[in-house]
């Protein structure tokens, strides 16, 4: 018997992978790679581990033990105190290419994580209202006018698109166009199988190419490099920020899952640990399976970063600023 999978697994930080449909759409994995196994991604056997068990007895002997569940703790809320908007955060880029044309993660040297793309010279002014097309988004982009959010681009309607947005800021020659584009994931078979990362052909306004940028990669693979301020009333972004909580999981740790429904898509890391991709509205998974071996006993303090990409509900008076840790997991199946 082959049996896929037999245990859920989890694919911790960039790896969840890409599917595609007939070459034409392209579809991100979930960061839980659950599958409906016999053991969940928390290595517990669930009523299918006992049937299969039940349905091979009837051929040959099986033994009688069980292994048991994983204790698990709901640590509760967390609220998030502190703050950085990425756009503000030089230190977190790792390498800068300046050219007439967007390049891509792969010509960076990068192979997951994030680029951001910002004008490097003057542009021409255009009122608000104005078309903007990025040409061939691989996979996501949120669209900024200096501080100014403008909108979001997103691939997964089809494998190479031109897509585009309406300016809701008018463009002065002083002004900055910033496109932070998430790799979402690699497609991992067929024909597409090599998927580029970024922006692949270029920025047009109203049909006319702008040149000049500079790109900068973001793999976002060491959470030192944030420099957080507390969460303050005034000007916290919504959009590609991050978040930062801290939580005790008493004297022995045990696993949990992290629990985000007031958020909405973004990357959560535990002590530096990434811990893969939230995305609730979305769905099936509304949470992450927290392994207990990445938190720290008491008297240590647990660190949550949450890396909001979209939208997140931390405005003041940040009563909805917070994150949850269950005991039961929500991935889009009944145990």
């Given amino acids: 018997v082959n049996m896929y999978m037999f245990e859920g697994g989890t694919t911790f930080g960039f790896n969840n992978g890409a599917d595609t449909a007939n070459a034409t759409v392209?579809?991100?994995?979930?960061?839980?790679?659950?599958?409906?196994?016999?053991?969940?991604?928390?290595?517990?056997?669930?009523?299918?581990?006992?049937?299969?068990?039940?349905?091979?007895?009837?051929?040959?002997?099986?033994?009688s033990y069980t292994p048991p569940a994983t204790p698990k703790t709901a640590y509760g809320n967390v609220a998030m105190v502190e703050y950085a908007w990425l756009l503000d955060s030089p230190q977190m880029i790792t390498k800068n290419i300046t050219s007439d044309a967007p390049v891509t993660m792969e010509v960076l040297g990068q192979s997951f994580g994030y680029v951001i793309y910002r004008t490097?010279?003057?542009?021409?002014?255009?009122?608000?209202?104005?078309?903007?097309?990025?040409?061939?988004?691989?996979?996501?982009?949120?669209?900024?006018?200096?501080?100014?959010?403008?909108?979001?681009?997103?691939?997964?309607?089809?494998?190479?698109?031109?897509?585009?947005?309406?300016?809701?800021?008018?463009?002065?020659?002083?002004?900055q166009i910033s496109i932070v584009v998430e790799n979402m994931?690699?497609?991992?078979?067929?024909?597409?199988?090599?998927?580029?990362?970024?922006?692949?052909?270029?920025?047009?306004?109203?049909?006319?190419?702008?040149?000049?940028?500079?790109?900068?990669?973001?793999?976002?693979?060491?959470?030192?490099?944030?420099?957080?301020?507390?969460?303050?009333?005034?000007?916290?972004?919504?959009?590609?920020?991050?978040f930062r909580g801290f939580f005790s999981s008493g004297k022995i740790p045990n696993d949990t899952f992290l629990s985000l429904p007031d958020w909405t898509k973004g990357q959560a890391f535990i002590n530096g640990f990434n811990l893969g991709r939230y995305w609730p509205g979305e769905g099936p998974q509304k949470t992450l399976y927290v392994p207990a071996n990445i938190l720290k006993a008491d008297p240590a303090m647990n660190e949550l970063i949450l890396f909001e990409i979209d939208n997140a509900p931390c405005l003041p008076p940040f009563e909805a600023c917070y994150a949850a840790f269950v005991s039961v997991p929500d991935i889009g199946i009944k145990y």
């Fill in 26 to 63: 392209y579809l991100p994995v979930t960061s839980s790679y659950d599958y409906n196994a016999p053991l969940t991604e928390a290595g517990d056997p669930w009523e299918k581990f006992a049937l299969i068990k039940q349905v091979i007895s009837k051929y040959q002997p099986v033994p």
């Fill in 185 to 242: 994931g690699r497609i991992s078979y067929g024909s597409m199988i090599n998927d580029f990362k970024g922006i692949l052909y270029g920025v047009e306004i109203n049909g006319t190419p702008i040149t000049g940028w500079t790109s900068q990669s973001i793999p976002l693979n060491d959470t030192t490099r944030i420099h957080f301020q507390e969460l303050a009333a005034n000007n916290v972004k919504q959009s590609t920020a991050f």
């Fill in 120 to 175: 490097s010279g003057p542009l021409s002014s255009l009122p608000s209202g104005s078309t903007l097309t990025v040409l061939g988004v691989h996979d996501r982009a949120v669209v900024y006018v200096d501080d100014s959010l403008q909108g979001i681009l997103t691939r997964i309607e089809a494998i190479n698109t031109n897509l585009s947005l309406v300016l809701k800021s008018s463009i002065t020659s002083q002004s």
